[in-house]
């Protein structure tokens, strides 16, 4: 099936840790024939991501991004046009968490810290490119919320709340920019196997023990993410937006 991507530019936030989704999602866009922005406050990790889609006959710049700074988002975004020409598809990764503790606890600049890194951030790529993408009459955008944005967690506060706040935004967008033929849709990852390993908040005979409690007996892996990422900006994908997929 011809997903129609050779050829598109894709800005891909949160490509920095070598073992997580943006990494992956950038790798298999440009397997598809896209060039790829890789973005990150890790610039190593970005350029490493970087060697690999150039490997794989992309063009790719890498870019040093605080996502929760709009000066930063918009300077970036500038840098890419001038580079690319255009910005095809937003796949919003970045995120994280600075709580990890109870809210009554926990110092105000850490959870201003997780609002700003995953709502904000989303906000302020997506306000960045939306111009072009209006011009163009074309754009696929990706943002990620949290399957805790919906059932909780304690000490996850803030980022649960940041995340949630991802659905609202993403079905309002949707509407905004829908006449514009761009397509916005978020997915809702909960158990990811590399949440564990880079968080280091679990160990493996844990996840093991969870995976067992699910349907598929396994955890969700960051390729099962790039999959879900590469139909959502694809053509295959054109009639659906407003959408959050829980996985």
């Not at 073992?19 to 397997?31: E, F, Q, R």
């Not at 990890?100 to 606890?105: C, D, E, K, L, S």
């Not at 390729?223 to 997929?245: E, P, R, W, Y």
């Amino acid at each position: 099936m011809e997903l129609g991507l050779n050829g598109k530019v894709a800005l891909v936030t949160g490509t920095g840790s070598q073992i997580g989704m943006g990494k992956n999602i950038a790798l298999n866009l440009a397997k598809e024939g896209c060039d790829i922005i890789s973005a990150d406050m890790d610039i190593e990790g970005a350029e490493k991501t970087a060697e690999e889609v150039k490997a794989l006959g992309r063009k790719c710049m890498t870019y040093k991004l605080d996502v929760s700074n709009q000066e930063d988002v918009n300077k970036m975004v500038k840098a890419a046009l001038e580079e690319f020409g255009r910005i095809d598809i937003l796949v919003n990764t970045a995120g994280g968490t600075a709580q990890a503790g109870p809210i009554i606890q926990a110092p105000e600049e850490k959870w201003e810290r997780d609002i700003r890194v995953n709502f904000f951030g989303s906000m302020y790529c997506a306000k960045a490119v939306l111009p072009g993408m209006i011009d163009q009459k074309y754009g696929k955008i990706v943002n990620f919320s949290t399957g805790i944005a919906l059932n909780g967690m304690p000490g996850s506060s803030s980022y649960a709340g940041a995340k949630a706040a991802i659905i609202s935004f993403t079905k309002c967008l949707s509407m905004e920019v829908g006449p514009s033929n761009i397509n916005v849709n978020a997915l809702m990852p909960s158990m990811v196997m590399t949440n564990f390993g880079s968080h280091g908040t679990m160990d493996p005979k844990v996840a093991a023990q969870m995976a067992e409690r699910l349907p598929l007996r396994r955890l969700t892996t960051t390729q099962d993410i790039a999959n879900l990422v590469m139909f959502l900006v694809s053509d295959v994908s054109s009639g659906m937006t407003g959408k959050i997929i829980e996985i």
